[in-house]
């Protein structure tokens, strides 16, 4: 058999992005080797890999579908350049996580920051990037483009420049990153009755940040982005809730976590749940100890799971949102 060293790997050219066709895995990370890579050509995709020094190219995957958007953190391996096509019905956020590479996106030139932004890429543009590290890793999310369209038609009637889109998200890395992060997460763990909750929320956020970021480079009226933002950085600040609640959490864990400051998260909260961020807290952590307790465990075990400290505040707590006593709840397990 032939080295697959420098061989070109490409296929028919159709509006196919490489990163909709990674596998979603759960708990794994999804491998092609070279020969695998090959068959992507059907996709439309083109990849030549290094000439020297390796034997084989590499993409590793792990990617969260959801109906909103998907989210793909990708990693390769020995390859030279990389050649796709969006597809028509997606916009794709790339961010560089580690490695260099840079290119086109149709007619547009990036390269690569750690950390940063690397490029938007519009439905039916094609990218063409040449790989100058022997590893790369990145985040690309693809959310849908007529849904996005949407959320920004709500917040603004002008026309929408496509070279602007990467200047309006600058800034906005560590959100993304860290709501991607979180989908992945809850992918990767046993599905639990709050999951598909926070799945929900961490989507709608990221959508209507998304869209908010954008109208308001393009002249929405302040009002109408301020609600949604404030809608975004809410959601997001409950699906960091459900997924850290376990550990000690301040106001400023949850500002960091949703780079906002404490008095944005506040009026967030107080205009659209009547409750500050820390009462939120509070009321999602007694509804997992509820839920522990129901299934046999004990109050004090219960209390320190969810971060409350097993006295008797918590208790009171517990007793004006349920109408009982914890140890009552844990009591019906029994009974």
Not at 200 to 229: H, K, L, P
Not at 230 to 250: G, I, K, N, Q, T
Not at 284 to 295: D, F, H, K, T
Request: aromatic share 8%.
């Amino acid at each position: 058999m032939k080295s697959p060293c420098g061989d070109c790997l490409y296929g028919r050219n159709s509006s196919i992005n490489v990163y909709d066709h990674l596998p979603s895995s759960v708990s794994t990370l999804v491998s092609y080797d070279t020969d695998t890579i090959r068959a992507l050509g059907s996709y439309g995709i083109k990849a030549t890999i290094k000439k020297s020094g390796f034997e084989k190219g590499l993409i590793e995957s792990e990617a969260f579908i959801g109906e909103m958007f998907h989210v793909s953190k990708v990693r390769t391996c020995g390859l030279d350049t990389w050649q796709s096509c969006q597809p028509e019905t997606d916009i794709s956020i790339s961010i560089n996580i580690s490695g260099s590479y840079g290119g086109k996106i149709n007619s547009r030139f990036y390269n690569v920051r750690r950390g940063k932004l690397s490029f938007v890429s519009l439905p039916g543009e094609v990218q063409n990037s040449r790989i100058a590290s022997d590893e790369t890793c990145g985040w690309m999310i693809s959310l849908s483009h007529k849904k996005f369209l949407s959320e920004v038609t709500k917040l603004t009637q002008e026309e929408m420049e496509p070279s602007r889109f990467l200047e309006a998200l600058e800034g906005s890395e560590g959100f993304l990153e860290g709501a991607a992060e979180h989908l992945l997460w809850l992918q990767r763990s046993s599905p639990q009755s709050w999951s598909q909750m926070s799945i929900d929320s961490t989507t709608t956020a990221v959508t209507s940040f998304v869209a908010a970021r954008i109208a308001e480079m393009y002249g929405a009226r302040d009002s109408q982005v301020t609600s949604r933002s404030l809608a975004s950085y809410v959601d997001s600040a409950v699906s960091f809730m459900e997924s850290s609640y376990m550990r000690p959490l301040s106001l400023g864990d949850l500002c960091e976590a949703c780079h906002v400051s404490s008095r944005t998260l506040q009026v967030a909260f107080r205009q659209l749940r009547g409750e500050t961020p820390m009462q939120a807290l509070r009321g999602i952590r007694l509804e997992v100890m509820r839920g522990l307790l129901l299934q046999g465990e004990d109050v004090s075990v219960a209390s320190v799971k969810v971060g409350l400290s097993p006295t008797g505040r918590t208790a009171a707590l517990y007793f004006a949102v349920y109408g009982e006593k914890p140890s009552q709840t844990a009591l019906k397990t029994i009974l």
